[in-house]
């Protein structure tokens, strides 16, 4: 596969591109060429973003919209996070279509949509539903392929990559960061594809990493796992904190179904163990990992869940096969598909037995190599194993869709991370500020009717309190929430000075991250400290002034709203 290092506005069109002081390869050279055409280990912008998900994507079109230049890194070939090289549809909230997100988020929605009337052969009545869902999936309002989400983030930098106030550089990873006192130097990232290294340097530095991985290099003091009851007085947390109990993580996958093709290969070499496989969780899961039933999220009873491959409406059961569909074949002229794509996220693909935050590399890749093991695990079940409704046993006919993923083994490129390393920040949202039934406890009826009010929010969102079973044998947590704020003393470091978080690492605790992680908030977050870093620079001032001064803090929030960013609810 050809993977491109860095992205700028001539690589779009096919041609080489010079990069302000630093490398003059073009996207097709190969690698002995790339090492002999570096000129430079050095390159400067006023902000560097390390991390190209859904966050920093947002950061740099709010930064670069505000006149300053960016540098922004990713460690896939694919920006996007979770929306494309994770392969995860939109969460989002029932109000989406018109309120509860910033403008520009809900344009990168609506781009979306006519990226598919621009260049997909539409049925009429697809074409002229106004709010077009590709894949009708009915986890979300836009279900759409994870390529088409590259594309149009790529379009919406466009300009900025085209003039030079932003570069992207792929296939990279952090490696290490100079720090002097309470300020971030630089960070130097890694080609994945060269192995060679270069110095970013800047004044600001967005940590929009799906782990959080600048807090560790840079000695950013920050949170992890489950924080103790006495500690937060939150009424779902535990009574221990377990900083090693971090929510489960999963590879994701595309497939479809060919009826009459008989598609199964080999099982892979851990099928065994997971089609065996029973968790051991507290409260106690409903039996095997692989199986159609599972531990409702809201009751932790068993519940039955069903799966057909022919997109059939299941009387009294959620169907899988339509729950993450990017791609229904009734919205595109007939002979356009064979049949629906769908997007597999579901309980039995969640890795729970093992961590990736905080533990050593080879630990780190030895779990995403078994993660990936329980994705093609499940996949064969589904194949060869899994109950029909006429009383066969198996699909035969589904096929895993690489091409769908950009991967050759049909995988999702990096893992759908639900939890991060959180920041220790100046100000921490707990349960009682966004849980319905805590807020009523604390404060009364009218409490549990609205979130918390934050003087100084910067952004608002809303999902329900949703925890996957964890890496310490929890089970489901899931409760109702309240349509929340994003107050800024969450996005600030108690210490450090010039780094700010954009992913799931803001101050949340275990917790309340399971509201604040989902897609349109986390843009959300990207966009809000994107504008700080613009704002700040402008008015002189440190990060922390903005929130401490009352006048300064207002003309921010007004500088937010007049660039489309809603900071209250209605």
């Known amino acids: 596969m050809n993977r491109r290092s860095f992205i700028t506005y001539a690589s779009l069109l096919g041609g080489s591109a010079a990069l302000q002081g630093s490398h003059t390869f073009t996207a097709s050279a190969k690698p002995n060429e790339r090492r002999k055409n570096i000129r430079s280990r050095e390159m400067h912008a006023d902000v560097i973003i390390i991390g190209g998900g859904l966050g920093g994507c947002a950061a740099a079109l709010a930064s670069c919209r505000n006149g300053l230049n960016v540098i922004m890194t990713e460690e896939t070939d694919w920006i996007g996070g979770q929306v494309s090289q994770q392969g995860v549809p939109p969460d989002e909230h029932q109000w989406i279509e018109s309120h509860g997100a910033p403008q520009s988020y809900r344009d990168f929605r609506n781009r979306v949509r006519e990226y598919y009337?621009?260049?997909?052969?539409?049925t009429e009545s697809a074409r002229e539903r106004e709010n077009l869902n590709p894949g009708d999936g009915s986890v979300s309002r836009i279900c759409h392929e994870p390529r088409v989400a590259v594309s149009v983030l790529t379009d919406m930098l466009s300009p900025y990559l085209s003039s030079g106030k932003l570069q992207i550089l792929t296939d990279h990873k952090a490696k290490k960061a100079y720090v002097v006192g309470d300020s971030v130097q630089s960070i130097e990232v890694e080609n994945l594809y060269t192995n060679n290294r270069i110095v970013l340097t800047a004044a600001s530095f967005v940590d929009a990493t799906e782990c959080g991985d600048l807090l560790p290099l840079t000695g950013t003091e920050y949170v992890t796992g489950t924080e103790s009851k006495q500690t937060t007085k939150e009424l779902h947390a535990p009574e221990k904190a377990d900083p090693m109990n971090n929510q489960a993580f999963t590879i994701c996958f595309a497939m479809d179904y060919q009826p009459e093709a008989d598609n199964v290969e080999n099982p892979p070499k851990e099928y065994d163990f997971w089609k065996r496989y029973i968790p051991e969780m507290t409260p106690a899961w409903s039996g095997r990992l692989l199986d159609l039933t599972y531990s409702d999220p809201r009751t932790l009873k068993p519940k039955k869940l069903?799966?057909?491959?022919?997109?059939?409406n299941l009387e009294g059961m959620l169907n899988l096969w339509n729950y993450r569909r990017i791609i229904n074949r009734e919205n595109f002229l007939e002979g356009t598909y064979g049949g629906d794509v769908t997007i597999v996220n579901w309980p039995q693909n969640d890795f729970f037995p093992g961590n990736l935050i905080d533990v050593p590399e080879k630990e780190f890749q030895k779990n995403i190599a078994r993660a990936r093991q329980l994705s093609h695990s499940l996949f064969y079940w589904l194949q060869t194993e899994a109950p029909r409704l006429d009383g066969g046993t198996g699909w035969r006919g589904l096929r895993l869709r690489g091409d769908i993923m950009g991967t050759e083994d049909g995988?999702?490129?990096?893992?759908?991370?639900?939890?991060?390393r959180r920041i220790d920040a100046e100000f921490t949202v707990l349960e009682e500020h966004v849980g319905a039934e805590n807020r009523k406890l604390i404060a009364g009826n009218m409490a549990g009717k609205r979130a918390a009010d934050f003087y100084d929010s910067v952004g608002i969102g809303?999902?329900?309190?949703?925890?996957?079973?964890?890496?310490?044998?929890?089970?489901?947590?899931?409760?109702?929430?309240?349509?929340?704020q994003i107050p800024l003393g969450a996005l600030l470091p108690k210490r450090v000075n010039n780094l700010l978080p954009a992913n799931k690492n803001i101050g949340t605790t275990h917790i309340t991250n399971g509201c604040y992680r989902?897609?349109?908030?986390?843009?959300?977050?990207g966009e809000a400290v994107g504008c700080l870093i613009a704002f700040a620079k402008k008015t002189k001032v440190p990060f922390r002034a903005v929130r401490e001064r009352r006048e300064l803090l207002s003309d921010f929030q007004q500088m937010l709203s007049?660039?489309?960013?809603?900071?209250?609810?209605?």
């Open 117 to 122: 009337r621009r260049n997909y052969p539409l």
């Open 306 to 312: 069903g799966f057909d491959p022919t997109g059939k």
């Open 411 to 420: 995988m999702a490129k990096y893992p759908y991370i639900r939890e991060a």
């Open 462 to 484: 809303y999902y329900h309190i949703d925890l996957h079973p964890s890496s310490r044998g929890n089970n489901y947590i899931d409760f109702p929430s309240l349509p929340f």
């Open 518 to 525: 989902l897609h349109p908030v986390e843009w959300s977050i």
């Open 562 to 570: 007049k660039q489309g960013i809603e900071t209250e609810w209605s």
